[in-house]
Structure formats: C-alpha cells, structure tokens
C-alpha cells in the first residue's frame, strides 16, 4: 500500500505563497494522474489541479494563473505552487494518484491513493 508524505502547508497571508510537496513511499506504481484537491470546511472536496502521466494539466477556475502543479521525473511527488493566495483559498489540501487507465481525471473517484492531507489557512 502506498502512503504519501504531504509538506508545506500552514498559516500565510493574503498575497503570499506556499508550495505543496506530496511525496509518494512507492515509486513502482503505475502513475496515470496525479492531483491536488481541497475542502474547505462545510463544502465538499474540490479539484485544484491535477497533471496526467504524460504532463497535461488542468486547474479549478479559480485557482488558473495562480497556482502551478508540477512532478518529478520519477512521478513519485508531486508539488502545487501556490502564489497570490486569497482567504478563499483555505482548506485541507490532500494530494491523490491515479493508477487506473481508464477514466477521467478530474474527479474525487477518479483516484485511488490519497495523502492524509495538510492545512492551508490564508489569513487577511
């Protein structure tokens, strides 16, 4: 079973950055997608970004132009930078992989291993 070390998140204030690691203990998997996803409190999981295997990206609205989603060559981590972060932007980040090859990747079900999670709190 692969587990997923998430780093990087805490406490910033309007404007500021922070970048997301999420490395993976298994490198052998099948990696078809990887992604990043949040909840805020009271509201559902959400997609923010997510890079396929082969590098295409997609990115939630409201996060275009301001975060960057990237892996290693390994596809065994996975970083999210974020810049100009607004109060909406606080939640639980939780990264997640796709081993399927099959299916989309842009939603919750779509993937099969998920980090425990780290708080984002973006502060005015």
């Known amino acids: 079973q692969v587990q997923f070390m998430e780093s990087g998140g805490g406490l910033v204030q309007t404007g500021g950055s922070l970048r997301l690691s999420c490395a993976a203990s298994?490198?052998?998997?099948?990696?078809?997608?990887l992604g990043w996803f949040r909840q805020a409190q009271g509201k559902q999981r959400e997609l923010v970004a997510a890079?396929?295997?082969?590098?295409?990206?997609k990115y939630a609205d409201s996060v275009k132009g301001r975060f960057t989603i990237s892996m290693n060559s390994a596809k065994n981590t996975v970083y999210l930078q974020m810049n100009s972060l607004k109060s909406d932007d606080t939640a639980v980040y939780f990264c997640?992989?796709?081993?399927?090859?099959?299916?989309?990747?842009?939603?919750?079900?779509?993937?099969?291993?998920w980090g425990q999670g780290t708080q984002i709190t973006v502060s005015s």
């Open positions: 997640a992989r796709k081993t399927r090859t099959y299916g989309g990747y842009s939603r919750e079900g779509d993937y099969d291993y």
């Open positions: 298994d490198s052998t998997f099948r990696v078809t997608a």
């Open positions: 890079i396929t295997g082969g590098g295409v990206t």
